[in-house]
């Protein structure tokens, strides 16, 4: 029998909520926005699903299990997600951008196959890495470089942005006004200035790594 529609997007707001009490349950985690941050998700969009303020559609479900290590439609089942942690965490160190316009983006998690050289950079925990697509930064970003971020450095020089409307910029920080950042396009073109209201967070590019030197291909 068919779920009605209502019926199906409160089992995914159901399961969701367990899987993020198991999250904090395993004490990796102290909040959800430590989750949010750690996946790479809007902790504003992740508390309106979570509040029922916006609906968890078809595409919103899959793209909620990729971010988050799950089985495909594991948020539809009627058994509750059991997360297999330490799968999930070693593997949501590595983005890719998936361009959405222009030069904005969303990150993707790249699945384990791609392993970290940690020769050339050694990432903790607070790391993460995002690998350039296309050309849309060119020439000061190459495609397939990656850039490694830090989660708990303040802010300086280049930077990912992460607006509240759950997109992300590579820009240069200029400075802050009490409600204001001011930033600078990486060609140094065009000055962009954002309310802090539109702003969940930034985190400073700390390393640019050539993609030859630094990743490897698992056999």
């Given at each position: ?77 009627t058994v509750e997600p059991k997360i297999e942690l330490a799968t999930a965490i070693e593997q949501v160190a590595l983005f890719q951008m998936q361009v959405v316009q222009q030069q904005a983006f969303k990150l993707n998690p790249i699945d384990s196959t791609v392993s970290f050289n940690p020769d050339i950079f050694h990432l903790q925990a607070q790391h ?92």
């Amino acid at each position: 029998m068919d779920m009605s529609a209502p019926e199906i997007f409160e089992r995914r707001r159901h399961h969701l909520t367990k899987v993020i009490d198991q999250l904090i349950d395993t004490q990796q985690f102290k909040t959800g926005k430590e989750i949010c941050e750690h996946f790479g998700l809007s902790a504003a969009y992740i508390a309106q699903l979570l509040n029922s303020k916006r609906q968890i559609g078809e595409k919103a479900a899959r793209e909620l299990e990729q971010q988050l290590g799950l089985a495909r439609l594991i948020l539809d089942q009627t058994v509750e997600p059991k997360i297999e942690l330490a799968t999930a965490i070693e593997q949501v160190a590595l983005f890719q951008m998936q361009v959405v316009q222009q030069q904005a983006f969303k990150l993707n998690p790249i699945d384990s196959t791609v392993s970290f050289n940690p020769d050339i950079f050694h990432l903790q925990a607070q790391h993460y890495a995002i690998q350039v697509a296309e050309r849309y930064y060119f020439p000061s970003l190459k495609p397939d470089w990656w850039l490694v971020c830090d989660k708990e450095l303040p802010v300086f020089g280049m930077c990912c942005v992460y607006l509240v409307n759950g997109l992300q910029l590579i820009l240069e920080e200029l400075g802050e006004a009490q409600d204001v950042y001011e930033f600078r396009s990486l060609d140094e073109n065009r000055k962009v200035i954002f309310q802090k209201t539109d702003i969940e967070k930034i985190h400073p590019v700390i390393a640019i790594l050539p993609a030859t030197s630094t990743f490897k291909q698992q056999k």
